[in-house]
Antibody, heavy 116, light 107 residues
């Protein structure tokens, strides 16, 4: 059974940093692109970042470029999102998702709240 | 970046009604278009991939069509459990975008 489990969310002050993790199981993690998608409270879905199977290609939505870094450790079946210089508008539930063309599997999400 | 215009933003329909949601891309995306259902407090669920393919286990009352810039998502006979928000999503290039969502309610 495919499982994606996010962790690392919490309350952080503006300008602070947070590292999200996503533990994958039930499939060959190293064979798939992976993504982070977020959803601000009461708002729609927003794609945040993609990473290729071997980590050689990474893409970001403009609003997080230079502040967020997506990475992966295929030996640990894990996906990460390092978030720096956090802003109030980064407050959201962050989901990791497997990419098979579509986002065919999603985690349960982890809430990041940026507030003083 | 490719913009996705989804309409309507909200929709009220009766059980048994045929429901249609549209999504328009700002440029040709071939059939690189997916549809998701999201219920409150839950992660999105993939329903339709590549514009018209039904994901395994998804009821056949859900369908999708279109190519290029114009796409349609249809529920042939609305059921109470279909109350949710629906999103289109393009993946023509690695810079992925979603539509704004359609909130579906029971009349």
């Amino acid at each position: 059974e495919v499982q994606l489990v996010e962790s690392g969310g919490g309350l952080v002050q503006p300008g602070g940093s947070l590292r999200l993790s996503c533990a994958a199981s039930g499939f060959t993690f190293s064979s798939y692109w992976m993504s982070w998608v977020r959803q601000a409270p009461g708002k729609g879905l927003e794609w945040v970042a993609n990473i290729k199977q071997d980590g050689s290609e990474k893409y970001y939505v403009d609003s997080v470029k230079g502040r967020f870094t997506i990475s992966r450790d295929n030996a640990k079946n894990s996906l990460y999102l390092q978030m720096n210089s956090l802003r109030a508008e980064d407050t959201a539930v962050y989901y990791c998702a497997r990419v098979a063309g579509a986002f065919d599997y999603w985690g349960q999400g982890t809430l990041v709240t940026v507030s003083s | 970046d490719i913009q996705m215009t989804q309409s309507p933003s909200s929709l009220s329909a009766s059980v048994g009604d045929r429901v249609t949601i549209t999504c328009q891309a700002s440029q040709d995306i071939s059939n690189y278009l997916n549809w998701y259902q999201q219920k409150p407090g839950k992660a999105p669920k993939l329903l339709i991939y590549d514009a018209s393919n039904l994901e395994t286990g998804v009821p056949s009352r859900f369908s999708g069509s279109g190519s290029g810039t114009d796409f349609t998502f249809t529920i042939s006979s609305l059921q109470p459990e279909d109350i949710a928000t629906y999103y289109c999503q393009q993946y023509d290039n690695p810079l992925i975008t979603f539509g704004q969502g359609t909130r579906l309610e029971i009349k």
